[in-house]
């Protein structure tokens, strides 16, 4: 059945987004930078950039940046030129390694029929179940059906370590359709090819990886007031190196919802997810997610929108010896624009996620990270982004809590390439020692677009 399943997500793949230097999981807590936080094509508006979904609220994770054209059209070729420097590599407790490191990413996006204004903007997260830290939103169709396809291969060079120069590939693809009667479709696809920091506190090391994320969110109206949702996701993870095989896996998702809309702008629902998570080798870990939540949707002005949900989660592990875990779970994704030049934007979670260490299960991953946005001039704006997270493992004593703060200016000179300029501090104190780390990183980066 894995087999099958396998051969399914592949052959539906349309293709996905990437995680280099530009992305989340370059930085171990798992949250995404601010400024350089991907090379997902996005709009330049006045508004705050729309973050870990396409709905306004993303693996990943505070303000993003954005690099869609101001002109519309079906073909948008890109480059981005990144340059950073950081005085710890390799996340290490002890003998820090400095380097400058070198991105170049050329890409293509297509949409048909012609768009200029951010499709899809999601990361995935190797240690998530299912892939996402947070949920997807699915945006409103305003077309009968739109598609989209991104390419953008990477090359990062090290000035000291070229031993761990790479090549990463990355790739995303949706399709919307919406009929008439209320019946809609929206799949996406996100593929990743890349190195991944080991983490481990000690060791000197990238670790290869390939992941997939397809997901099918089907909707249906019976009425004005009633929607009803199913999702289907298919996540896979596979480490090249054998020192990791224990975190290869695959998850299957299924999601259901109810919304009842009491106003234009605002709806209630009620959620069941069901997550099967089945390891290639650690059959001891495999186990089952059942959760239910209860949540409001909300848009009731231009300024403000979001979406919170509360509710109880239980895992339950096939290996005899490893105890059920339950608790409450939780997720905000907010955002208010106080004025065209200044936003806010929020996310809050508290949710399981798979192990990132032999020895233990699991970990709950609680967080919340905050993204401020100020337009100065409309050549000049910055963002300031806050992070707090605490990962606290099943089956182990570790606890660990992480705190990153990051500054970033954008200038953009020209409609068709602008600069950014970031700084990021980054803490990880853990009660095993050799997990903390602090580290200071810079980023400098030239956008151009077509």
Do not use: C
């Not at 120069?165 to 990743?192: E, P, R, T, V």
């Amino acid at each position: 059945m894995k087999k099958i399943l396998r051969v399914l997500s592949v052959s539906i793949m349309i293709l996905g987004i990437s995680g280099s230097a530009l992305y989340a999981e370059d930085i171990p807590a798992g949250q995404s930078e601010i400024v350089p936080a991907e090379t997902l094509p996005a709009g330049q508006s006045d508004s705050i950039p729309a973050g870990q979904t396409e709905a306004g609220a993303e693996e990943g994770q505070g303000v993003t940046s954005d690099i869609f054209g101001q002109e519309g059209g079906i073909v948008h070729p890109y480059i981005i030129v990144q340059e950073k420097w950081t005085d710890n590599l390799f996340t290490t407790q002890s003998d820090e390694k400095s380097d400058f490191v070198t991105t170049i990413a050329p890409g293509i996006w297509l949409a048909f029929p012609a768009n200029r204004e951010k499709l899809l903007s999601l990361d995935t997260t190797t240690s998530a179940s299912g892939g996402m830290k947070l949920s997807r939103i699915k945006p409103e169709g305003l077309r009968r059906f739109q598609t989209y396809f991104l390419y953008s291969p990477e090359v990062e060079l090290y000035a000291d370590h070229s031993d761990q120069d790479h090549f990463n590939h990355n790739a995303q693809g949706l399709f919307q359709y919406n009929l008439n009667n209320g019946l809609s479709f929206d799949i996406i696809d996100i593929f990743k090819d890349r190195e991944d920091i080991s983490d481990d506190g000690t060791s000197d090391t990238l670790y290869r990886y390939s992941s997939n994320l397809a997901d099918f969110i089907t909707t249906y109206d019976p009425s004005e007031k009633l929607t009803l949702r199913f999702d289907y996701s298919n996540y896979y993870l596979d480490y090249n190196e054998d020192v990791n095989d224990y975190r290869n896996r695959m998850d299957n998702g299924f999601d259901f919802y109810l919304f009842y809309k009491f106003t234009p702008k605002t709806s209630v629902f009620a959620q069941y997810a069901y997550t099967l998570i089945d390891y290639d080798d650690n059959d001891d870990y495999d186990n089952t997610e059942n959760k239910y939540f209860a949540g409001i949707n909300w848009a009731m002005t231009t300024k403000s929108r979001g979406r919170f949900k509360v509710g109880y989660m239980e895992k339950s592990f096939d290996g005899a010896g490893i105890d059920t875990e339950d608790g409450l779970s939780f997720e905000l994704q907010a955002q208010h624009n106080f004025s065209a030049k200044r936003a806010i934007q929020a996310n809050a979670y508290r949710m399981f996620n798979e192990s990132d260490m032999a020895s233990a299960s699991g970990y709950y991953n609680t967080g919340i990270d905050v993204g401020l946005t100020q337009k100065f001039t409309e050549k000049i704006s910055a963002t300031l982004n806050m992070t707090y997270e605490k990962h606290e493992y099943n089956e182990s004593d570790r606890e660990d809590d992480y705190i990153r703060l990051g500054p970033a200016m954008r200038w953009t000179p020209r409609e068709w390439g602008f600069f950014d300029l970031a700084y990021y501090w980054t803490n990880k104190d853990s009660n095993e020692n050799y997990y903390d780390y602090t580290s200071n990183m810079v980023i400098l980066r030239f956008t151009m677009t077509l």
